[in-house]
């Protein structure tokens, strides 16, 4: 399945807010690396799925979008995550995903977290 960056975004929140993994499968390339704080990278389609379906801290949620920007081969997008932790504490979370495209899937995700770090 190939699809417009943009709509890859869209439907790769669309399937981590519904825990559909199956949905990611044909979003994401094999090669795909993930990079978010606090983590080593997910190198690989099924080390990313790992740590969704079992290392997340989060229960359920939303990512609400604000904004994408694509051009070729990179992208963008930031907004909100509204949910809850495994433990039941609520959850309100800025965020800005940086990604690039092979092949019309996700090659790389980095995410950025607003908070204060150094």
């Known amino acids: 399945m190939i699809t417009m960056?943009?709509?890859s975004i869209v439907q790769l929140f669309?399937?981590?807010?519904s825990s559909d993994w199956d949905g990611m499968l044909g979003l994401l390339h094999p090669d795909m690396v993930y990079e978010r704080p606090g983590y080593?990278?997910?190198?690989?389609i099924d080390r990313v799925l790992q740590f969704y379906k079992?290392?997340?801290?989060?229960a359920s949620g939303?990512?609400?979008?604000?904004?994408?920007?694509?051009?070729?081969?990179e992208g963008a997008c930031?907004?909100?995550?509204?949910?809850?932790?495994?433990?039941g504490s609520e959850v309100d979370e800025r965020f800005v995903?940086?990604?690039?495209?092979?092949?019309?899937?996700?090659?790389?995700?980095?995410?950025?977290?607003?908070?204060?770090?150094?």
Not at 62 to 73: A, D, F, M, T, V
Not at 78 to 87: L, M, S
Not at 101 to 112: H, P, V
């Open 78 to 87: 930031w907004g909100q995550f509204v949910g809850f932790k495994k433990d």
């Open 14 to 17: 669309k399937a981590i807010d």
């Open 5 to 7: 960056p943009n709509e």
């Open 54 to 58: 079992e290392e997340r801290i989060l």
């Open 62 to 73: 939303e990512h609400r979008l604000e904004h994408i920007l694509c051009e070729g081969i």
């Open 97 to 118: 995903d940086v990604y690039t495209f092979r092949d019309g899937r996700i090659l790389t995700r980095r995410s950025y977290f607003f908070r204060p770090a150094i």
């Open 40 to 44: 080593p990278a997910f190198c690989g």
